[in-house]
């Protein structure tokens, strides 16, 4: 009877009920041993280097190491791992910069998780595979989710720590227009809270932004 390949998993999330999840689903392939998970990007790395896996789950924001660059390291110390990202902030630029890294499985948090499931003999396999609605993102034209230079202004002044009235009185605008500006960023760029905007502000660089018209 011919045998079953047996592969490796790591998974890397900051919140401890996904990582679970993913775990669950990688288990229940039958031929998958979830070695290790990670719960920030340095840990990530680290522990991709220590047991050089076939599959890594990757969110794209955690602590201390965050999206492209723990991507980048993962394959310089594992380069045989295939990594499935999975992304919380669903912006054309950023997903289009993990196909252009070569990311075997781009999926986004709201996906439906069955699509990562199906996906995962292909990704053990050398194949790449991308989500439904992050490929729908991906090929579309403008990026109508791309911010304005206002929007990365309040986002700079958000990140560097100043308060609303702060904001306010550092751009000549009202508290108000602050607060719906940042409603508005928190919409096109796809996130539920301050933590996952913030990521992406650290991503993109976006505490140098200069803070003029």
Known sequence: M???????????????????GLADILAAQGNI?????AEDGLSAVSL???????????????????????FAEVKRWSPDTAI??????????????FQSAGAEGIFTKRGDIAEFRDAIPTL???GK??????????GAGDDKSELTL???????SIAGGLTTKGIAEHLGISPKTVENHRSNIMAKLGVQSMAELLAYAIREG???VQNQL
């Open 124 to 126: 053990l396999a050398g």
């Open 84 to 97: 499935a990202v999975f992304s919380g902030i669903t912006t054309r630029s950023l997903l289009t910069e």
């Open 33 to 37: 041993t979830v070695v290790a998970q």
């Open 129 to 138: 595979v991308i989500s439904s609605d992050a490929a729908s993102l991906i």
């Open 2 to 20: 011919r045998r079953t390949a047996q592969y490796t998993a790591i998974v890397a999330d900051d919140h401890q009920i996904l990582r679970s």
């Open 206 to 208: 976006l505490f140098d």
């Open 150 to 156: 206002r929007e990365r202004q309040i986002l700079s």
């Open 48 to 70: 991709a280097k220590q047991h050089q896996p076939h599959l890594m789950t990757l969110d794209i924001a955690m602590p201390f190491a965050q999206g492209i660059s723990v």
